[in-house]
């Protein structure tokens, strides 16, 4: 199968992720090419500031320099680039000037001629046409076991709300927000975990669920799981209250 990725440059995990992503991937399918989707409302500049003043504002001075200390790091360290490591594998690299929901943007990507898509951060909401576009449709990652917990940065939430158990979802994309029928799914035991090692560990499972998927959807040998309403709950971005509640609880970011 023929694999396009939507994706974007993210400096902390994401290049690992790639690299092991690619090392799995079963012998029928490959990713052919990488599409780096970074829609810049403000421009670049600005939005870059933005979001680093919302982040120190929200998650306080020590989460703040700790996360600034890595960007710097990898920043600096072509190992972590996303764009290095495409070189690396040999998988092609298209960035977007526009939307992706662009007819031009589309038009890159139907260039492509893939079977499947797959988002991992993809940032922005995929419409009709992009949804339609591959024959085998869009899988996107969820770091939660959808239903529960839709929405931005389920991995904080679940610590937030002192869970015992979380997981990682691999859906089909249809026009909601999270609300795609579910290929698969793996719980995952929270423990001690920092926040910064539940990244790691539900990306990684992340990782290994689409190399499974890819297999399953070559053999037409899957059941999806329903992705029911009822039983869902929805998350956005945490305000400062709710970061003064994670740390009261002993959680820990890192």
């Known amino acids: 199968m023929r694999i396009v990725l939507i994706t974007q440059n993210e400096p902390f995990y994401l290049a690992k992720n790639l690299k092991y992503l690619h090392s799995i991937l079963p012998k029928h399918s490959k990713i052919i090419s990488a599409i780096i989707s970074n829609p810049n409302v403000y421009g ?5 500031i933005k979001k680093a003043l919302r982040t120190f504002n929200i998650f306080g001075l020590k989460f703040f320099l700790y996360y600034s ?7 600096l360290n072509k190992k972590y680039d996303v764009i290095e490591t495409l070189k690396e594998l040999k998988i092609k690299q298209i960035s977007l000037k526009n939307s992706i929901n662009n007819k031009i943007s589309l038009d890159i990507i139907r260039a492509e001629k ?14 009709k ?16 076991l959808l239903p529960k917990y839709r929405g931005l940065m389920p991995t904080f939430w679940v610590l937030r709300n002192n869970e015992k158990y979380t997981g990682v979802s691999l859906f089909f994309v249809n026009k909601g927000i999270d609300t795609g029928p579910i290929l698969l799914q793996k719980k995952v035991f929270i423990g001690k975990k920092t926040h910064r090692q539940l990244i790691m ?21 899957f059941k999806l799981i329903e992705n029911e309403d009822e039983d869902m709950s929805y998350y ?8 003064k509640e994670f740390l009261s609880l002993g959680k ?3």
């Open 129 to 144: 046409d992009l949804i339609e576009l591959a024959p085998k449709g869009i899988l996107n990652l969820h770091s939660s």
């Open 252 to 254: 820990k970011f890192f």
């Open 44 to 48: 670049r500049k600005e939005f870059f």
């Open 236 to 243: 956005s971005i945490p305000t400062k209250m709710d970061t």
């Open 114 to 127: 893939p079977d499947i898509i797959i988002s991992i951060l993809g940032n922005e909401i995929f419409k």
């Open 69 to 75: 200390f890595l960007f710097i790091r990898n920043k």
């Open 201 to 221: 560990d539900t990306k990684k499972i992340g990782m290994e669920l689409i190399a499974q998927s890819v297999s399953l959807i070559q053999n037409n040998n």
